[in-house]
């Protein structure tokens, strides 16, 4: 839209340009650590830990890492839940010059040795109980190193002896590793020296590659450097114009190894030096628990977190109020979540939108000013981010206001391409401008709203699935012929996948069975909650299957179902 016209409707104090400094990403926690050396940086499990800890524990990881060979442009994977370590190893391997891949804990044995080949990781740090996965997934890549974390290692003494004794070896953290090639244990690389060194990384280097998919299904490393995560760090924090510098807590439920959690929950609270309340899964007591204890300032989350405090009865037993500002994104906030939501908290919860493309938000609704917000909307443009929808024949036309196009954007903060995909990283790259594949709407103030999508990627609770990954799941199962996934609506994780499948003649197999077989193959995000039968499935002329026909039949299908049963 020419002239910008959705900044008049910015938040008093967010500006429409920002200025960007010549900095790397972990030179945020420089800073902090020289501002705020003893402001809480962690909190987990109620053990408190400062910025002058965590920072030093950070370069005695690089120097661990730096001994082992890791050097400037070294992939290392980080297959953590959210704790400490984490933030230790993510800000030491930038220190030490690698490039951080950022690897999904629920992933399987096949998705995990995919990821790593692609990558070319040679050094992946895991914890204990992922163990397991992490040796037999790095056969046939080429990762020379896997450094093996416990998770108690961050817990209080107390609960750490009660870990030891009630759920260690029950839950499986306690693994032997010692005798394997290459497995070291990540306190042994915190025994090295907390001294600075400069490992000659620049802005414009890759910090981090966040693998993603598209209507290929191929899983690939979007490229984000550290000059695009400073910028979408700082874009972030420009839109919270009541954070002060070295107070307040955000509540960090929305994994880091996702790049929403990454940015706005680790990125954000380290550029301000504030405290992470981090939670390794969502236990629900547990993060009421917290909340009432703690009271985050910040809450970045997802609609079906907000979903699960509103429609649990233990919300009413704990005072959630202090929670001041909640982006959510990964999905459509509903307008009856955001109502009981701001009702039991006191928030300001709005929408807002963002892809790993663009590390990653671009969008949101404002925070503060009344009546701005615009409920059912992804909201207006970042500072500095161009946004603008254009015919999605060509891709070349901008359309008429009111009129759905695939919506493209242009900013400081997107990605250098996908990593060794050149003719993907042209087809979603073009003339400076990201192809999103979404298709939206925008309306004469600049609020966007996605109607639909162009891609057929499924989003199970934040999470991406691509359909490909399902169909060639079910396609090793000795009886299927042919299968398809879609997404079907769910009301708290936003979509589950469905599965349409077609068995050999001849051959037989249940539901049941058949889903039974895809949880050894895919991580429990992925894995069908249903399947439908076909005799064949519906196919273009040269033969691709037309999963928007099985949607849209399965829509109807739905609503029938639906007119059909009496209120």
Same mark, same amino acid.
């Given at each position: 839209?020419?002239?910008?016209?959705?900044?008049? @409707?910015?938040?008093?104090?967010?500006?429409?340009?920002?200025?960007?400094?010549?900095?790397?990403?972990?030179?945020?926690?420089?800073?902090?650590?020289?501002?705020?050396?003893?402001?809480? $940086?962690?909190?987990?499990?109620?053990?408190?830990? %400062?910025?002058?800890?965590?920072?030093?524990? !950070?370069?005695?990881? $690089? &120097?661990?890492?730096?001994?082992?060979?890791?050097?400037?442009?070294?992939?290392?994977?980080?297959?953590?839940?959210?704790?400490?370590?984490?933030? #230790?190893?993510?800000?030491?391997?930038?220190?030490?010059?690698?490039?951080?891949?950022?690897? &999904?804990?629920?992933?399987?044995?096949?998705?995990?040795?995919?990821?790593?080949?692609?990558?070319?990781?040679?050094?992946?740090?895991?914890?204990?109980?992922?163990?397991?996965?992490?040796?037999?997934?790095?056969?046939?890549?080429?990762?020379?190193?896997?450094?093996?974390?416990?998770?108690?290692?961050?817990?209080?003494?107390?609960?750490?002896?009660?870990?030891?004794?009630?759920?260690?070896?029950?839950?499986?953290?306690?693994?032997?590793?010692?005798?394997?090639?290459?497995?070291?244990?990540?306190?042994?690389?915190?025994?090295?020296?907390?001294?600075?060194?400069?490992?000659?990384?620049?802005?414009?280097?890759?910090?981090?590659?966040?693998?993603?998919?598209?209507?290929?299904?191929?899983?690939?490393?979007?490229?984000?450097?550290?000059?695009?995560?400073?910028?979408?760090?700082?874009?972030?924090? !420009?839109? @919270?114009?009541? %954070?002060?510098?070295?107070?307040?807590? $955000?509540?960090?439920?929305?994994?880091?190894?996702?790049?929403?959690?990454?940015?706005?929950?680790?990125?954000?609270?380290?550029?301000?030096?504030?405290?992470?309340?981090?939670?390794?899964?969502?236990?629900?007591?547990?993060?009421?628990?917290?909340?009432?204890?703690?009271?985050?300032?910040?809450?970045?989350?997802?609609?079906?977190?907000?979903?699960?405090?509103?429609?649990?009865? +233990?919300?009413?037993?704990?005072?959630?109020?202090?929670?001041?500002?909640? +982006?959510?994104? =990964?999905?459509?906030?509903?307008?009856?979540? @955001?109502?009981?939501?701001?009702?039991?908290?006191?928030?300001?919860?709005?929408?807002?939108?963002?892809?790993?493309?663009?590390?990653?938000?671009?969008?949101?609704?404002?925070?503060?000013?009344?009546?701005?917000?615009?409920?059912?909307?992804?909201?207006? *443009?970042?500072?500095? %981010?161009?946004?603008?929808?254009?015919?999605?024949?060509?891709?070349?036309?901008?359309?008429?206001?009111?009129?759905?196009?695939?919506?493209?954007?242009?900013?400081?903060?997107?990605?250098?391409?996908?990593?060794?995909? *050149?003719?993907?990283? !042209?087809?979603?790259?073009?003339?400076?401008?990201?192809?999103?594949?979404?298709?939206?709407?925008?309306?004469?103030?600049?609020?966007?709203?996605?109607?639909?999508?162009?891609?057929?990627?499924? #989003?199970?609770?934040?999470?991406?699935?691509?359909?490909?990954?399902?169909?060639?799941?079910?396609?090793?199962?000795?009886?299927?012929?042919?299968?398809?996934?879609?997404?079907? *609506?769910?009301?708290?994780?936003?979509?589950?996948?469905?599965?349409?499948?077609?068995?050999?003649?001849?051959?037989?197999?249940?539901?049941?069975?058949?889903?039974?077989?895809?949880?050894?193959?895919?991580?429990?995000?992925?894995?069908?909650?249903?399947?439908?039968?076909?005799?064949?499935?519906?196919?273009?002329?040269?033969?691709?299957? +037309?999963?928007?026909?099985?949607?849209?039949?399965?829509?109807?299908?739905?609503? =029938?179902?639906?007119?059909?049963?009496?209120?």
């Amino acid at each position: 839209m020419p002239g910008r016209p959705w900044t008049r @409707h910015y938040d008093p104090g967010v500006p429409a340009t920002l200025t960007y400094p010549d900095v790397t990403l972990h030179a945020f926690l420089d800073d902090a650590v020289e501002s705020y050396p003893n402001s809480t $940086a962690t909190i987990f499990f109620n053990a408190k830990r %400062t910025y002058r800890s965590i920072s030093d524990d !950070a370069w005695r990881f $690089a &120097n661990g890492l730096k001994r082992l060979g890791v050097k400037k442009g070294d992939r290392v994977g980080v297959m953590l839940p959210n704790t400490p370590q984490f933030v #230790i190893a993510f800000y030491g391997a930038l220190r030490a010059g690698a490039i951080v891949v950022p690897c &999904n804990p629920l992933y399987t044995i096949p998705e995990l040795r995919h990821q790593l080949q692609d990558s070319g990781a040679e050094t992946l740090v895991v914890l204990s109980r992922l163990y397991p996965v992490a040796k037999a997934a790095r056969e046939g890549t080429n990762v020379k190193h896997v450094i093996v974390t416990n998770i108690k290692e961050e817990m209080p003494p107390l609960l750490r002896t009660l870990f030891t004794v009630a759920k260690e070896k029950k839950d499986g953290h306690r693994q032997h590793f010692e005798n394997d090639p290459g497995a070291v244990a990540f306190r042994e690389l915190l025994k090295a020296p907390a001294t600075p060194f400069d490992a000659g990384v620049k802005k414009d280097d890759i910090a981090v590659l966040q693998y993603t998919g598209g209507t290929t299904g191929v899983s690939k490393g979007a490229m984000l450097s550290h000059r695009a995560l400073v910028a979408n760090t700082l874009q972030s924090r !420009a839109w @919270h114009v009541n %954070t002060t510098d070295g107070e307040g807590i $955000a509540m960090g439920i929305m994994p880091l190894f996702h790049v929403y959690g990454l940015t706005v929950v680790m990125g954000q609270a380290i550029q301000s030096a504030s405290a992470m309340l981090l939670e390794p899964q969502f236990e629900l007591e547990r993060v009421l628990k917290d909340m009432q204890k703690y009271k985050p300032r910040t809450f970045p989350g997802a609609p079906r977190i907000y979903n699960a405090i509103i429609n649990s009865p +233990l919300a009413t037993k704990y005072d959630l109020k202090g929670v001041e500002a909640c +982006l959510s994104g =990964s999905a459509p906030l509903m307008v009856e979540t @955001h109502k009981k939501f701001t009702e039991l908290t006191g928030a300001k919860l709005v929408e807002g939108y963002g892809l790993t493309e663009a590390a990653p938000v671009t969008h949101v609704n404002p925070l503060y000013g009344q009546g701005k917000q615009k409920i059912g909307t992804i909201g207006i *443009p970042y500072p500095d %981010t161009e946004s603008k929808l254009v015919d999605i024949e060509t891709g070349d036309r901008e359309v008429p206001q009111g009129e759905p196009g695939e919506l493209i954007l242009r900013g400081p903060q997107l990605m250098d391409g996908y990593w060794n995909r *050149p003719d993907e990283t !042209a087809i979603a790259l073009r003339n400076g401008w990201l192809y999103t594949g979404d298709i939206a709407t925008v309306d004469a103030d600049g609020y966007y709203s996605i109607v639909d999508r162009k891609k057929e990627m499924i #989003i199970v609770s934040g999470f991406n699935v691509y359909p490909r990954e399902v169909e060639e799941a079910l396609a090793t199962h000795p009886a299927v012929m042919d299968s398809a996934a879609i997404g079907k *609506p769910h009301p708290i994780k936003g979509e589950e996948v469905k599965a349409f499948v077609v068995l050999k003649p001849g051959q037989t197999a249940t539901a049941e069975e058949l889903i039974a077989h895809t949880r050894t193959q895919l991580a429990p995000f992925k894995v069908p909650h249903e399947i439908e039968f076909r005799q064949a499935l519906p196919k273009t002329l040269i033969g691709k299957t +037309l999963r928007r026909q099985l949607a849209d039949e399965d829509k109807k299908k739905r609503e =029938s179902e639906k007119v059909a049963t009496p209120a």
